[in-house]
């Protein structure tokens, strides 16, 4: 449930901002994300962004999942 | 994309498959709560490179399907009264209630407008202020938020004909519920993702605790499932019962504190009914005092008419993981996306719609 | 009220004749046309196509195009999925009371320029005028008629187990055109409709070889859809790889967006063509070097066992079934 897309944040405008995901762009709300600054990604569901990406995160997400294809492809 | 590409990526998925065959020994049957996770789980395939010990069951969290049907009742009686604008996330529209849907009534002359946000439902009532909107807030902790700062603009802005009819839903109290029942025997629960990225991982801890069930927050895509199943499996095989994030970039321990502050500020819990399951206390949310003057079922005379319930559908069992979908004598014959008894076939993440758009026994 | 149409321009007289022979004659200015009888006349000899269309797209303009090209595109389109070269078109059109004359006047020249990019003539046609409400703006109908070259012979029905599958391009660009604008789902994008008109494709591909067994293009319920049909009227089931479908960032940013999958938004420049394996390479060669087909693509197979089954092989290895579309695509929150 809850469908909800990373978007690249380019604009602020008070409570509001433009967001770009994949080319395309829509205006969004940041009442739940206040803190949200141009450049970070977040979470956008049904118009509103629900929380901050932590970029760091997911390399580590992704550096953890590397490792265990690694070891996947040694033990054959 | 960024975020999403990275997390399909096949050979990544191929460590995590073949890492799960290796340590996966003991039979276990898992649940995702989350039906943005049973779509997943259905349109990759997952459950086809897991390994034999490994069941799967799909829980209630789809909010379209747990609705009530006196509940869509109510938001049909309320498109029939006049002057009255429903705006409605895309998700209720074919929904088949007592007598009707909202497609139906739509098609024979309603006000109902579909929706991405509430946003455009506040820009309705904005355009259109001899007339009444009322949103229908549906969702579980994800969207209840958004609900909430869409009263609080309206409150902003002096939007007088704005009105919201609460029928948002809480996870934890549920899925409490259905452990209670004891019907199914579970060794381990897929959190829901976006759930936590809003109340966090705290709340699932009871279920760790009280019933010694391995949990772990997921994300949305093949790998996030992929990677949450190793970590329920590691847990398994290691004897251990405790909350995990596998979903880090989206949820932390704390959640989203200034979301739950809105959702606090406007709703109060109360008790819900479920369909299939029935009444479960504090599951539910209605709006606080301050903020009755936006509540529509306060606002307006709803009269809903009798409630039937579809004969022969057993969507409340396949809701709860009792039954599958294979076990519905309706299903893929009277009952088919096209022409939907209940809502699971309705629904793009209900069971039934996964089973028969992705071939579920395939 | 002279730049509006009115009842009046629907029903016969003078206004409606003034309306066919300013607008309509001048724009599709053929002799046939011209000749203003009740039926066009013409000499053939061969095997013939014919087909026809309602359009009744809305909004009617949109990014890539509008519902005058969408008109002469689908029929065209029609009429090539047959190994037909389109010939003749008929063009109707039932326009709703209070339609700025601008709007139809702009609608008669995309036609037009529809018609001359697709090598075919608007030789007869009807306009009526309905009271405001009965029509959204405008409906569009054309049937149309082509020729079936000697050797030819495209049907649905004719896939067989070894065949390869074809797709011409990207998935998904009109349908997210067109839902772009609509209200409630409003997002800005750069993305165009894929309007085409597909004959000169489908020509070069006959000349590279005449051996194509079916052709199709994925309209109103995607490449899923289309696929499931052929499978269908063949008897026989279609294998495709998820990794091979070629899919616009802005498409799949707005599929996720909304929840839809690619797989089912409608296209309207794009086909599927389904041919012998001994073929293929030659085929795919001659799309390629077409404007309509440069980025054309093996997507699959066709296999005797599980007839009339579309079966996906997902990035993850696994295999999923791909339904035809159940009703209409609605964006979900959930």
């Known amino acids: 449930m809850c469908l909800a897309i990373p978007a690249l944040i380019r604009f602020i405008e008070d409570k509001e901002a433009e967001a770009e995901i994949g080319g395309i762009t829509r205006r969004i709300s940041l009442w739940l994300t206040p803190e949200a600054k141009v450049g970070d990604y977040v979470l956008l569901h049904t118009g509103y962004a629900i929380d901050i990406l932590g970029q760091e995160e997911a390399e580590e997400t992704l550096s953890l999942l590397e490792e265990i294809a690694r070891l996947a492809e040694e033990k054959g | 994309m960024k975020f999403i590409s990275e997390f399909r990526r096949p050979e990544l998925a191929e460590g995590l498959i073949s890492q799960i065959h290796r340590e996966s020994k003991t039979p276990v049957r898992f649940m995702e709560f989350c039906g943005g996770h049973t779509v997943t789980i259905f349109r990759y395939g997952i459950r086809q490179v897991l390994p034999p010990t490994i069941d799967m069951v799909s829980g209630p969290g789809c909010p379209i399907c747990v609705t009530a049907n006196v509940d869509l009742d109510k938001a049909i009686a309320l498109s029939q009264i006049s002057d009255v604008i429903v705006a409605t996330f895309g998700d209720m529209l074919k929904v088949p209630g007592s007598r009707s849907s909202l497609q139906e009534v739509k098609a024979d002359g309603a006000d109902v407008h579909m929706v991405y946000s509430t946003m455009d439902a506040l820009r309705i009532a904005e355009d259109n202020p001899a007339k009444s909107v009322v949103f229908l807030g549906i969702g579980f902790e994800t969207t209840a938020p958004t609900i909430a700062a869409s009263i609080l603009q309206a409150g902003e802005k002096g939007i007088r004909n704005y009105y919201v009819l609460s029928l948002h839903k809480l996870c934890p109290p549920v899925l409490r519920a259905i452990l209670d029942s004891g019907e199914v025997k579970l060794h381990g629960l897929i959190c829901p993702g976006h759930v936590s990225t809003i109340i966090g991982s705290h709340p699932w801890e009871f279920i760790a605790r009280d019933y010694g069930i391995p949990c772990v927050v997921s994300g949305f895509e093949p790998l996030d499932i992929l990677q949450c199943v190793d970590m329920l499996v590691a847990q398994v095989e290691n004897n251990e019962s405790r909350v995990e994030i596998a979903y880090r970039r989206g949820v932390r321990p704390e959640g989203n504190q200034q979301a739950l502050k809105l959702m606090e500020r406007v709703f109060e819990p109360c008790s819900a009914e479920w369909r299939g399951i029935g009444e479960v206390p504090d599951s539910g949310l209605r709006l606080r005092k301050e903020y009755q003057h936006f509540d529509a079922e306060l606002a307006f005379d709803i009269e809903p008419g009798p409630t039937y319930e579809p004969v022969g559908c057993i969507c409340g069992d396949i809701l709860r993981g009792v039954k599958t979908p294979a076990d519905c004598q309706l299903f893929g014959k009277a009952c088919t996306p096209e022409h939907p008894v209940g809502p699971c076939m309705v629904s793009s993440e209900g069971s039934c719609s996964a089973y028969y758009l992705y071939g579920g026994g395939f | ?334």
Not at chain 3, 73 to 85: E, F, I, Q, R, Y
């Open chain 3, 1 to 334: 009220m002279k730049d509006k149409i009115l009842l009046a321009h629907g029903s016969g007289g003078k206004l409606a004749h003034e309306l066919v022979e300013r607008s309509f004659v001048k724009a599709f200015d053929n002799p046939l046309l011209a000749k203003l009888d009740d039926s066009a006349v013409f000499d053939f000899s061969g095997r013939l196509a014919f087909t026809t269309d309602s359009y009744v797209v809305s909004p009617i303009f949109f990014p890539g195009g509008d519902i005058g090209k969408l008109a002469v595109c689908g029929t065209v389109n029609d009429l090539a999925m047959s190994g037909a070269k389109p010939l003749y078109l008929s063009l109707s059109f039932i326009i709703e009371e209070g339609l700025p004359q601008s709007e139809l006047s702009e609608i008669v020249v995309s036609v037009q320029k529809a018609a001359q990019e697709a090598g075919v003539e608007i030789v007869t046609g009807d306009t009526k005028v309905v009271h405001r409400g009965s029509a959204d703006k405008l409906f569009v109908n054309t049937a149309g008629v082509g020729m079936i070259s000697e050797g030819v012979d495209i049907s649905g029905g004719n896939a067989r187990p070894g065949d390869k599958v074809l797709l011409s391009g990207t998935i998904g660009d009109h349908g997210i055109a067109v839902l772009s604008q609509r209200e409630g789902l409003s997002f800005s994008t750069q993305l165009e409709s894929d309007c085409a008109p597909l004959w000169s494709l489908v020509a070069e591909m006959l000349s590279a070889s005449p051996n194509i067994h079916c052709l199709r293009d994925p309209t109103r319920g995607g490449l899923a859809t289309s696929l499931n049909e052929l499978a269908k009227q063949s008897k026989v089931s279609i294998r495709i790889e998820e990794e091979k479908i070629p899919v616009r960032e802005e498409v799949l940013a707005a599929c996720e967006m909304l929840g839809f999958d690619p797989l089912y938004v409608a296209n309207e420049g794009k086909l599927v063509a389904i041919v012998p394996d001994e073929d293929v390479d030659k085929i795919l060669k001659a799309m390629r070097e077409n404007r309509d087909g440069k980025d054309a693509v093996i997507i699959g197979e066709v296999r005797a066992e599980h007839p009339g089954r579309v079966v996906m092989k997902t990035c993850l290895g696994a295999s999923r079934i791909v339904d035809m579309l159940a009703g209409d695509l609605l964006p979900r929150i959930c």
